[in-house]
């Protein structure tokens, strides 16, 4: 067994040579992916087509599940080597049958990019009553990654990489109440523990994978006005985000640091298809990665965080409860349990 990132241990830089405003071409160059087969949800949209033409262009045949099958297709049209079928995250049959097929096709999976996402969402509910940004953005894919788990061991050298963001900071997982059935919904909380979620899976299941020669990452992917996942935001939580003064006028300070750090889709991309091929990941896993790097450890005190979202230039670092052993064990169970899925692990 090889070493772990529980609590951190594995969480410093490693100087990649890469940066912020590195681009998706920037970080395929050289690498050769003829042969290589990729999975990716979201992968007709915002960094998720990114990442799709980045990784068909060095010779990927990529799998881009979607509901919309013909909208997909059709935004998919020009870029080669590319195969649409149906899921539906929020979909327990929906994603097994998706698996079932991919494995009766009796390929390996060499990648596996959980990029599809929803965010900031009013509540809504699964089939099983389970909250719907926690159920979109890790319970389905937690199950895909499950269903999918032999493909994964059958290519020998498989990657998984788990797109988070840096609002993980705006909660851990609530485990006394991960369904908001007592607590008062909070979408900004509901997607932050989303969010932390997609990073102790990628811990927990690095820790688990690895000796199947399966490494799993997790990653912030940046901020990109170019997406469209902010769709769900009212005047107030404009406001409450410290975007817009109470009086409607525009915060200069946010719009600043927005602005400072904001990205293009190349460049939001770019982390997760670094992530997905870099040789210089080859050895370690289990790391949340952002700016094209090995992210910070961020040890800071994060009391008044749930309630506190004033930081439109987002938070940088990681979390250390994303990245605690006991809480990544945790998690792991109930989501086996949620799911009714386990890895054949």
Same mark, same amino acid.
Not at 331 to 336: H, I, N, P, R, V
């Given at each position: 067994? #090889?070493?772990? !990132?529980?609590?951190?241990?594995?969480?410093?830089?490693?100087?990649?040579?890469?940066?912020?405003?590195?681009? &998706?071409?920037d970080v395929?160059?050289?690498i050769?992916? /003829?042969?290589?087969?990729?999975?990716?949800?979201g992968?007709?949209?915002?960094?998720g087509?990114?990442?799709t033409?980045?990784?068909?262009?060095?010779?990927a045949? $990529?799998?881009?599940?979607a509901?919309n099958v013909e909208k997909?297709k059709?935004?998919?049209k020009?870029?080669a080597?590319?195969?649409?079928e149906t899921?539906?995250?929020?979909?327990?049959?929906?994603?097994n049958?998706f698996a079932?097929?991919f494995? @009766?096709? #009796?390929?390996?999976? %060499?990648l596996?990019?959980?990029?599809?996402g929803?965010?900031?969402?009013?509540?809504?509910r699964?089939q099983?009553?389970?909250?719907?940004?926690?159920?979109?953005?890790?319970?389905? %894919? +937690?199950?895909?990654?499950a269903q999918?788990?032999?493909?994964?061991k059958?290519a020998?050298g498989?990657?998984?990489?788990n $797109?988070?963001s840096?609002s993980?900071h705006y909660?851990p997982i609530? +485990?006394?109440d991960?369904n908001f059935?007592?607590r008062?919904y !909070?979408?900004?909380?509901?997607?932050g523990q989303?969010?932390?979620a997609n990073?102790l899976?990628?811990?927990?299941?690095d820790k688990?994978g @690895? @000796? +199947?020669?399966?490494r799993?990452?997790a990653?912030n992917?940046?901020?990109?006005?170019?997406t !469209?996942? #902010?769709r769900?935001?009212?005047?107030?939580?404009?406001?409450s985000?410290?975007i817009l003064h109470?009086?409607?006028?525009?915060n200069?300070?946010?719009?600043a640091a927005?602005k400072?750090?904001q990205? &293009?889709?190349?460049?939001?991309?770019?982390?997760?298809v670094?992530? /997905?091929?870099?040789?210089?990941?080859? !050895?370690?896993?289990? $790391?949340?990665l952002?700016d $094209?790097e090995v992210?910070?450890?961020d040890e800071?005190n994060y009391?008044?965080?749930a309630?506190t979202?004033?930081n439109p230039g987002?938070?940088?670092?990681v979390?250390?409860y994303?990245?605690?052993?006991?809480?990544a064990?945790?998690?792991w &169970?109930?989501?086996?349990?949620l799911? @009714?899925?386990?890895?054949?692990?």
């Amino acid at each position: 067994m #090889g070493q772990t !990132n529980y609590n951190g241990a594995l969480q410093k830089a490693i100087g990649s040579g890469f940066n912020a405003k590195s681009s &998706t071409k920037d970080v395929i160059k050289g690498i050769d992916l /003829a042969g290589k087969i990729v999975i990716v949800t979201g992968g007709d949209g915002g960094y998720g087509l990114e990442i799709t033409k980045a990784l068909t262009s060095v010779g990927a045949r $990529v799998i881009v599940p979607a509901r919309n099958v013909e909208k997909s297709k059709d935004i998919l049209k020009e870029i080669a080597n590319v195969e649409v079928e149906t899921l539906n995250l929020i979909e327990p049959i929906s994603i097994n049958t998706f698996a079932e097929k991919f494995l @009766q096709s #009796g390929r390996p999976l %060499h990648l596996l990019i959980n990029n599809a996402g929803i965010m900031w969402t009013p509540l809504y509910r699964d089939q099983k009553g389970n909250e719907g940004q926690f159920s979109t953005n890790h319970l389905g %894919h +937690f199950q895909l990654t499950a269903q999918l788990w032999d493909a994964l061991k059958k290519a020998n050298g498989a990657r998984v990489v788990n $797109v988070s963001s840096s609002s993980h900071h705006y909660s851990p997982i609530s +485990f006394d109440d991960v369904n908001f059935n007592t607590r008062e919904y !909070n979408k900004f909380e509901a997607y932050g523990q989303s969010k932390t979620a997609n990073i102790l899976f990628a811990v927990e299941l690095d820790k688990r994978g @690895q @000796q +199947f020669g399966v490494r799993s990452y997790a990653l912030n992917p940046g901020l990109s006005l170019e997406t !469209n996942l #902010g769709r769900h935001l009212t005047f107030e939580d404009y406001v409450s985000l410290g975007i817009l003064h109470a009086d409607g006028t525009p915060n200069v300070e946010a719009e600043a640091a927005m602005k400072s750090i904001q990205k &293009t889709k190349e460049q939001g991309a770019a982390t997760a298809v670094w992530a /997905a091929t870099n040789p210089q990941l080859q !050895n370690i896993g289990g $790391v949340y990665l952002e700016d $094209v790097e090995v992210a910070q450890f961020d040890e800071a005190n994060y009391d008044s965080i749930a309630t506190t979202y004033r930081n439109p230039g987002g938070f940088a670092g990681v979390a250390p409860y994303a990245l605690d052993k006991e809480l990544a064990q945790k998690l792991w &169970t109930l989501s086996e349990e949620l799911t @009714q899925n386990k890895f054949e692990i």
